[in-house]
C-alpha cells in the first residue's frame, strides 16, 4: 500500500473522531484560518452579530454603482470590492458595486459544478473513486472528505460531499463521471457560461483552487447562482444543513459534513430567511460568498467577492438592505393578445410569411421596485428573441428611471397551446 494512501485512511479517520464528537455543536470555521482549506470544523462561540473588521478595507467607503440610479434606495457600504444583490424571481439588480470586475471565486465554483452534476447525471447512481480523481489534488491543506482509489459513493454523497465539505477531490469525480475528463468538463462548464449570459468568466477547473485563468465576477455569479437555484435538484445539496455518509467499502467510519455556511439557521451568524448557499476562501481570492434568503415573496441572491471575516457582514448588510427596501409587484396589463408586426427581412429569415403575429402571455409578470414606486412609473419595451425550444418569444423589458427591474415572456399561439395541455 502506499504512504499516501495511510496518511489518507489516518487523517480521515481523525476527521471522522473529531467531526463526530464536535457535531451537533460544531460550526463550520472562519475559511480565512489558512490557504486553501475551507473544510475543517471548530467549536463557535455564542455570537449575537456578524463581524466587522477594524479598520475597514479599502473598499468599504467605495460607493455602489446602483446609487447612481435616481430615486434609488442609497446602498449600504461594504467591506468587499465586488458584490451584487439580485432577485431571483425578476432578475432585478438590486445592488451592484465592481459586479464586472473578474475576481477569483474560489470554492463558490462549486455551485457550477453541482448544477451541471444535477443536469447531466443520474442522481440515483453511484460512481467508484479513479486514482486521477482521489490523488488529482496536490495542494496542501486542500479541502476534502479523503476519498480513496477504489472507493464507491453514491451520487447523492458525492454531491453533498461537494457543497458542504467543499470537497475538492469530489469534483473531480463528478468532471470525470459526467464528461470522462476534467479538461471537458471544465469545457462545459464554459459553454454554461456562455449560454447563461456571463461575459467575465473563465473557468479552469471544477472546484476553484487558485489559477489565474480562473475568474469569474459577482454579476457572472449571480447568473449562475440564479440558474442553479432554478434547478430542484441543486437546491437540495445547497439548503442541506447536516447530512452523513456512512461506511464505505473503503474507509469504516461514518463521515459527518456541516454546511459551512455560518447564516444559517442555528449556525454561528444566522440570519432570518437565509436558505443556503456556498462559502469559499484562498489567499488570492479573499472570502467569497453567496447566499440564498427569502422572505415573503422574495427570493434574494447575494454574491460578494474579495471580502474579509467571511463576508458575513457584508451579506447581512446586503439581504437587509434588499429586504427593507423593496418590494415585488405584479404588473397588469389585461389578458388581450399582443401584435407584433415583422420587418419584410425578417418574414424571410424566420420563414414566416405574416405581416404581423399574436402573442399571448402565460402569467402575471412582476416586477421588483423600490417601496412606495408603484407601477405607473414603469417604462416598457419589446423585443423579438430567439428560443431554442420553437418560435421566437416577445419578452418585454420593464424599467424605472431607465434601470431594468422586470421583465415578461408572450408567447405565439402554437407554442401557447402547448404549454397549456
Same mark, same amino acid.
Given at each position: 500500500m502506499k504512504i499516501k494512501n495511510i496518511t489518507k485512511k489516518i487523517l480521515c479517520g481523525v476527521l471522522a473522531s473529531v467531526m463526530a464528537c464536535s457535531f451537533p455543536a460544531a460550526a463550520a470555521a472562519s475559511e480565512e484560518s489558512s490557504g486553501y482549506y475551507d473544510g475543517y470544523y471548530e467549536e463557535a462561540p455564542i455570537v449575537t452579530a456578524t463581524p466587522t473588521p477594524d479598520p475597514h478595507t479599502e473598499y468599504y467607503n467605495q460607493a455602489p454603482d446602483t446609487d447612481s440610479i435616481k430615486e434609488w434606495p442609497a446602498g449600504p457600504k461594504i467591506e468587499g470590492e465586488s458584490a451584487i444583490l439580485m432577485d431571483m424571481s425578476t432578475g432585478t439588480v438590486l445592488y451592484a458595486k465592481n459586479a464586472d470586475k473578474a475576481q477569483y471565486p474560489a470554492s463558490i465554483t462549486k455551485i457550477m459544478t453541482a448544477l451541471l +452534476?444535477?443536469?447531466?447525471?443520474?442522481?440515483?447512481?453511484?460512481?467508484?473513486?479513479s486514482e486521477s480523481a482521489a490523488y488529482g489534488i496536490t495542494e496542501s491543506n486542500s479541502s476534502s472528505i479523503y476519498a480513496d482509489t477504489g472507493e464507491q459513493f453514491t451520487m447523492d454523497q458525492v454531491l453533498m460531499a461537494v457543497m458542504l465539505q467543499s470537497a475538492n477531490e469530489m469534483t473531480l469525480a463528478v468532471a470525470e463521471e459526467a464528461c470522462g475528463s476534467v479538461k471537458k468538463f471544465v469545457e462545459l462548464m464554459n459553454q454554461?457560461?456562455?449560454?447563461?449570459?456571463?461575459?467575465?468568466?473563465?473557468?479552469?477547473?471544477?472546484?476553484?483552487?487558485?489559477?489565474?485563468?480562473?475568474?469569474?465576477?459577482?454579476?457572472?455569479?449571480?447568473?449562475?447562482?440564479?440558474?442553479?437555484?432554478?434547478?430542484?435538484? @441543486?437546491?437540495?445539496?445547497?439548503?442541506?444543513?447536516?447530512?452523513?455518509?456512512?461506511?464505505?467499502?473503503? @474507509? +469504516?467510519?461514518?463521515?459527518?459534513?456541516?454546511?459551512?455556511?455560518?447564516?444559517?439557521?442555528?449556525?454561528?451568524?444566522?440570519?432570518?430567511?437565509?436558505?443556503?448557499?456556498?462559502?469559499? &476562501?484562498?489567499?488570492?481570492?479573499?472570502?467569497?460568498?453567496?447566499?440564498?434568503?427569502?422572505?415573503?415573496?422574495? &427570493?434574494?441572491?447575494?454574491?460578494?467577492?474579495?471580502?474579509?471575516?467571511?463576508?458575513?457582514?457584508?451579506?447581512?448588510?446586503?439581504?437587509?438592505?434588499?429586504?427593507?427596501? @423593496?418590494?415585488?409587484?405584479? %404588473?397588469?396589463?389585461?389578458?388581450?393578445?399582443?401584435?407584433?408586426?415583422?420587418?419584410? +427581412?425578417?418574414?424571410?429569415?424566420?420563414?414566416? &410569411?405574416?405581416?404581423? %403575429?399574436? @402573442?399571448?402571455?402565460?402569467?402575471?409578470?412582476?416586477?421588483?421596485?423600490?417601496?412606495?414606486?408603484?407601477?405607473?412609473?414603469?417604462?416598457?419595451?419589446?423585443?423579438?428573441?430567439?428560443?431554442?425550444?420553437?418560435?421566437?418569444?416577445?419578452?418585454?423589458?420593464?424599467?424605472?428611471?431607465?434601470?431594468?427591474?422586470?421583465?415578461?415572456?408572450?408567447?405565439?399561439?402554437?407554442?401557447?397551446?402547448?404549454?397549456?395541455?
Open positions: +452534476a444535477c443536469e447531466r447525471l443520474d442522481l440515483n447512481g453511484s460512481l467508484t473513486m454554461k457560461a456562455r449560454q447563461l449570459g456571463c461575459t467575465n468568466t473563465h473557468f479552469n477547473n471544477p472546484n476553484g483552487l487558485p489559477d489565474e485563468l480562473h475568474y469569474t465576477s459577482a454579476r457572472d455569479m449571480a447568473k449562475i447562482a440564479r440558474a442553479a437555484w432554478l434547478n430542484p435538484s @441543486f437546491r437540495r445539496y445547497t439548503t442541506r444543513d447536516y447530512y452523513e455518509i456512512p461506511p464505505t467499502n473503503k @474507509f +469504516a467510519e461514518t463521515r459527518y459534513l456541516l454546511n459551512h455556511h455560518k447564516m444559517m439557521e442555528g449556525q454561528q451568524y444566522a440570519y432570518e430567511g437565509v436558505l443556503g448557499g456556498k462559502t469559499g &476562501y484562498t489567499e488570492a481570492a479573499g472570502n467569497t460568498l453567496v447566499t440564498y434568503a427569502r422572505r415573503g415573496n422574495m &427570493y434574494l441572491v447575494a454574491v460578494v467577492m474579495k471580502s474579509v471575516n467571511g463576508a458575513y457582514s457584508d451579506t447581512a448588510a446586503l439581504l437587509d438592505y434588499g429586504f427593507n427596501n @423593496f418590494s415585488r409587484v405584479s %404588473v397588469y396589463e389585461g389578458a388581450a393578445p399582443v401584435s407584433a408586426s415583422y420587418l419584410p +427581412a425578417e418574414k424571410y429569415i424566420r420563414k414566416d &410569411y405574416r405581416d404581423s %403575429v399574436l @402573442f399571448y402571455s402565460l402569467r402575471t409578470p412582476t416586477v421588483t421596485l423600490p417601496n412606495g414606486v408603484g407601477t405607473d412609473r414603469l417604462a416598457s419595451s419589446r423585443r423579438l428573441v430567439e428560443n431554442a425550444a420553437g418560435l421566437p418569444i416577445l419578452e418585454t423589458s420593464y424599467a424605472f428611471n431607465g434601470w431594468q427591474v422586470g421583465t415578461a415572456s408572450l408567447y405565439q399561439k402554437t407554442l401557447f397551446s402547448d404549454l397549456l395541455l
